[in-house]
């Protein structure tokens, strides 16, 4: 394997942070991650497992090793009257990996197309949007432990999905390497138009009888009209959590603000939506420098160019402050800071 030194990582992430990695290398099989990890002058080293880069804000550069994933394939795993389990190696694109499961007519992820970032981000971050979530497909996945180089399986149960979170994000945080996932995807499948405005983008396309390829379509167009595209403008997508109360504090929420936007929850909990609450605080179109908050959608921070990760970070915190002191909500951040 080709160990580089001093490498630029704006290629890497999203959010196009110009931070440097004193070593990195890719790896294309479970092999060839061995061989670094056993590798004497790697085996104490720091280390960054990196995807596509998408949920990270780099705030320094990384004194150690980078290890890029990019293992990839796409197979059938197992088939039923119901159900297709499909397997992707971690370093398959995301949106890439939706858009052949939908090209062979298999339904569940539809709604979660255009997320940015690879497959093997989607368990541990148990990416969702419009109505859909990860756990909701997700079979199980295969991942290398790094200290002790045990490959372990995870079931949906072993994973402990929570809002944008699992053990992965959690106690087993930097413990472990994705190399695949599977899915149970639908041969039959169950539309969720619900959510968001996909019955209206339906609607407007002029489709009157919904297919998964309608419904991501639908998704695209949204995402697209409302979400700024990484390889114009540095981004990674929501930064904040939609922050999730109880009933007592949401009705207080809309005594004070009627237009209050928020879904109700199982448990009598209520999620609120962090874009129109940092709207409400002026930040929507905000900009100092290159860093700045998105025009039509004030859930993105953005990179106009050649921000600092610490700017970006400082101006988070900025908009939690002014969110918690307008509504008495903490906001949390989605985006992983290195």
């Known amino acids: 394997m080709n160990v580089l030194e001093n490498v630029s990582l704006r290629p890497y992430n999203t959010f196009g942070i110009d931070a440097s990695a004193r070593y990195f290398t890719a790896f294309r099989s479970q092999e060839e991650l061995l061989t670094v990890l056993a590798a004497p002058e790697w085996k104490h080293a ?18 150690g090793i980078v290890l890029k994933n990019e293992l990839k394939g796409i197979r059938v795993v197992r088939e039923d009257e119901e159900f297709v389990y499909v ?5 398959e694109n995301w949106h890439g990996f939706v858009m052949h499961c939908i090209a062979q007519g298999l339904a569940g992820l539809e709604n979660l197309s255009l997320i940015p970032g690879n497959v ?3 368990p541990m971050q148990n990416i969702g949007a419009y109505g859909v979530e990860i756990k909701d497909t997700f079979y199980e996945l295969e991942a290398f432990h790094l200290s002790d180089h ?3 399986k995870f079931n949906k149960e072993a994973c402990a999905f929570g809002y944008r979170e699992s053990v992965f994000k959690r106690e087993y945080k930097d413990q472990f390497v994705i190399l695949n996932v599977t899915y149970k995807l639908n041969k039959k499948p169950y539309f ?6 996909i019955e209206q983008e339906l609607e407007r396309m002029g489709v009157t009888t919904p297919s998964v390829r309608a419904i991501s379509d639908a998704v ?10 990484p390889a114009k403008i540095g981004n990674a997508g929501s930064f904040f959590k939609n922050p999730e109360v109880t009933r007592e504090k949401y009705e207080a929420l809309k005594e004070a603000f009627p237009e209050v936007v928020a879904y109700p929850l199982p448990g009598d909990h209520f999620k609120l939506a962090a874009g129109w609450l940092i709207e409400q605080c002026g930040w929507k179109g ?3 420098g290159d860093a700045g908050v998105h025009a039509r ?3 993105v921070l953005v990179n106009y160019g050649n921000a600092k990760g610490e700017e970006l970070v400082e101006l988070s915190w900025k908009v939690v402050d002014s969110v918690k002191e307008k509504f008495g909500v903490v906001l949390e951040r989605e985006v992983n800071i290195v």
């Open 46 to 63: 720091r280390r960054l497992i990196l995807g596509g880069g998408s949920n990270i804000l780099l705030t320094q550069d990384f004194d």
């Open 87 to 91: 397997q992707a190696g971690a370093g």
């Open 120 to 122: 093997g981000a989607s």
């Open 150 to 152: 045990a490959l372990v």
């Open 192 to 197: 969720n138009t619900s959510y968001g405005a």
């Open 220 to 229: 695209i167009n949204i995402r697209s009209s409302k979400l700024p595209d």
């Open 286 to 288: 905000y900009r100092n």
């Open 297 to 299: 959608q004030a859930l």
